[in-house]
């Protein structure tokens, strides 16, 4: 199974902070994304990268930036932390891209970062 | 502007009893349409991965099928139990989307004793 592993599970900081969210796969996978949820407006997409050092920005990439330097890693940072960044924060992985449908690459999730900005 | 919609947004059945849940989706060009399941506080599993040439997915007492030219999936379950209580979210890979999926909100459900 493949496992995808947040380093935090609750993370508190303050406004100002530059705040680091790390995700590691073991599956060996190309695609990493990094999604926020909040209520009312469901997953929306930070940031994914398709292979080591390349990345592409999401649908709300302001205030946010990402690294990928080896494979199985991908950190998401805050660089300096607002109270509106306050949210869950979920990371995800896939064998193939989203696009290439003669292949079945479901996405996995890890179990989410819940950051209180204060 | 591609859209995904969940309508209800909640849900509570009796023990037993099949169910279907509701997905629709605004442009029928499609790669593929995923179902999840989100348990409190934690992050998704995926369920079911429906490519656009299927019309249909099965796992165990799960089937979601896929209508592209009306834009709409349904998940169905059979023979609900309380260990199905969850948030259930379907999220679609959009043509010219580029690489990601476009997520609803979701459906909560309560199974009930």
């Known amino acids: 199974d493949v496992k995808v592993t947040q380093s935090s599970r609750y993370l508190v900081k303050r406004t100002g902070e530059k705040v680091f969210l790390e995700c590691v796969q073991d599956?060996?996978?190309?695609?990493m994304f990094w999604y926020r949820q909040d209520p009312g407006l469901g997953l929306r997409l930070i940031y994914f990268s398709y292979d080591v050092k390349m990345k592409e920005k999401g649908d709300i990439p302001e205030g946010y930036s990402v690294s990928r330097e080896k494979k199985e890693r991908f950190s998401l940072i805050l660089e300096s932390a607002s109270t509106n960044q306050t949210s869950m924060y979920l990371c995800a992985s896939s064998l193939f891209p989203i696009g290439r449908s003669s292949y079945n690459s479901p996405l996995h999730f890890g179990n989410g970062t819940r950051l209180t900005v204060t | 502007k591609q859209e995904v919609t969940q309508i209800p947004a909640a849900l509570s059945v009796p023990e037993g009893e099949n169910l279907v849940l509701n997905c629709s989706f605004t442009d029928s060009a499609i790669y593929n349409l995923q179902w999840f399941r989100q348990d409190p506080g934690k992050g998704l599993t995926s369920l079911l991965l429906i490519q656009s040439s299927q019309r249909e997915q099965t796992s165990g007492r799960l089937n979601a099928s896929l209508d592209k030219s009306s834009g709409r999936s349904t998940l169905y379950i059979a023979a609900s139990q309380p260990g199905d209580s969850a948030t259930y979210l379907c999220a679609v890979g959009f043509t010219g989307g580029g690489n990601k999926l476009t997520f609803g909100t979701g459906t909560q459900l309560k199974v009930e004793l």
């Open positions: 599956m060996d996978h190309e695609n």
